[in-house]
């Protein structure tokens, strides 16, 4: 595998080479100081070019990068409609098991680029002061933040409701739709509830990382462990469980941060769980 420096050495000297690529940024983990590095980091990079179409026309350029082992070009897919407007990015996972992100910016959109950029951005390479003021880059859009009353009830809301989906689901023999509103919507709002009570404990000045990777460590070892097997799908009877843990989570966590922050606590978490033990004293047994 080739090393960081060899792979920045060849991003951006192909770069210095081609004069219709003006400024070349990093984003994503590699810029991000609280994430540990490792092999498989993607190197996430942007080239504000001058002649998309150019750039677009065949795929032969992209040889300087090393051998390929598979390319995705999500803006030219029909399946999965694109989602970056002007823009055009390769997704390419090289033989060596390097994955380069690389996407081509008009030049004209370098303003707006900088303006919905999430924080975690480097310029690299700016050939003609395009960036006047370069970022420094930051995670602080991912910091976990005091949920507000109303955001406090509707991740209440959404969790108890979706909950009721996955009861029926069981109940049915569905199992793929109960699995999908448990760990599609469901869970995610559970992790939400614990970041928040995370951050009611230790501060506003940190991420628990994309998809709450890093939760784990700020969690109780008994509440990690109910929480993987929250993600327990193998039949109905794991499904069952898997729910009750969330049910059993949700309420610690939820119940924590209400009573943190002075927040009225839902009543329709003992309706939802009288309801679903009705639905499971039939069914689930």
């Given at each position: 595998?080739?090393?960081?420096q060899?792979?920045?050495?060849?991003?951006?000297?192909?770069?210095?080479?081609?004069?219709r690529?003006?400024?070349?940024?990093l984003?994503?983990?590699?810029?991000?100081?609280n994430?540990p590095?490792?092999?498989?980091?993607d190197?996430?990079?942007a080239?504000?070019?001058?002649?998309?179409?150019?750039?677009?026309?065949?795929?032969?350029w992209?040889h300087?990068?090393g051998?390929?082992?598979?390319?995705?070009?999500?803006?030219a897919?029909?399946?999965?409609?694109p989602?970056?407007?002007?823009?055009?990015?390769?997704?390419i996972?090289?033989?060596?098991?390097?994955?380069?992100d690389?996407?081509?910016?008009?030049?004209?959109?370098t303003?707006?680029?900088?303006?919905?950029?999430?924080?975690?951005?480097?310029?690299?390479?700016?050939k003609?002061?395009?960036?006047?003021?370069?970022?420094?880059?930051?995670?602080?859009?991912?910091?976990?933040?005091?949920?507000?009353?109303?955001?406090?009830?509707?991740?209440?809301?959404?969790?108890?409701?979706?909950?009721?989906?996955?009861?029926?689901?069981?109940?049915?023999e569905?199992i793929?739709?109960?699995i999908?509103?448990?760990?599609?919507?469901?869970r995610?709002?559970?992790?939400?509830?614990?970041?928040w009570?995370?951050?009611a404990?230790?501060?506003?000045?940190f991420?628990?990382?994309?998809?709450?990777?890093?939760?784990?460590?700020?969690?109780?070892?008994?509440?990690?462990?109910?929480?993987?097997?929250?993600?327990?799908?193998?039949?109905?009877?794991?499904?069952?469980?898997?729910?009750?843990?969330?049910?059993e989570?949700?309420?610690?966590?939820?119940?924590?941060?209400?009573?943190?922050?002075?927040?009225a606590?839902?009543?329709?978490?003992?309706?939802?769980?009288?309801y679903?033990?009705?639905?499971?004293?039939?069914?689930?047994?």
């Amino acid at each position: 595998m080739r090393s960081e420096q060899e792979m920045m050495e060849t991003i951006l000297s192909f770069a210095r080479r081609d004069d219709r690529i003006r400024m070349v940024a990093l984003e994503g983990s590699r810029t991000n100081v609280n994430i540990p590095p490792d092999r498989f980091q993607d190197y996430d990079i942007a080239y504000f070019v001058t002649d998309m179409d150019a750039f677009k026309r065949n795929d032969d350029w992209l040889h300087g990068f090393g051998r390929r082992l598979m390319m995705q070009k999500p803006e030219a897919m029909e399946l999965f409609p694109p989602e970056l407007g002007n823009w055009f990015s390769y997704l390419i996972l090289f033989e060596d098991g390097n994955k380069l992100d690389l996407t081509l910016i008009p030049v004209g959109e370098t303003e707006n680029y900088f303006r919905n950029s999430d924080g975690l951005v480097e310029v690299l390479l700016d050939k003609d002061g395009i960036a006047k003021r370069p970022p420094v880059a930051s995670d602080r859009q991912y910091w976990i933040r005091k949920p507000s009353a109303r955001e406090f009830d509707d991740c209440c809301n959404e969790f108890w409701m979706v909950s009721t989906y996955v009861v029926k689901g069981l109940a049915r023999e569905e199992i793929l739709f109960a699995i999908d509103h448990l760990g599609g919507i469901a869970r995610p709002n559970l992790l939400r509830m614990m970041a928040w009570r995370i951050g009611a404990d230790r501060g506003y000045n940190f991420s628990v990382g994309k998809n709450y990777k890093f939760i784990d460590r700020y969690l109780p070892k008994a509440d990690w462990g109910k929480l993987l097997s929250t993600c327990s799908n193998g039949g109905y009877a794991e499904a069952w469980q898997s729910l009750f843990a969330s049910y059993e989570l949700f309420r610690t966590y939820s119940s924590a941060v209400a009573e943190r922050f002075g927040y009225a606590y839902p009543d329709y978490d003992a309706a939802v769980t009288k309801y679903t033990n009705e639905i499971y004293s039939e069914f689930g047994q």
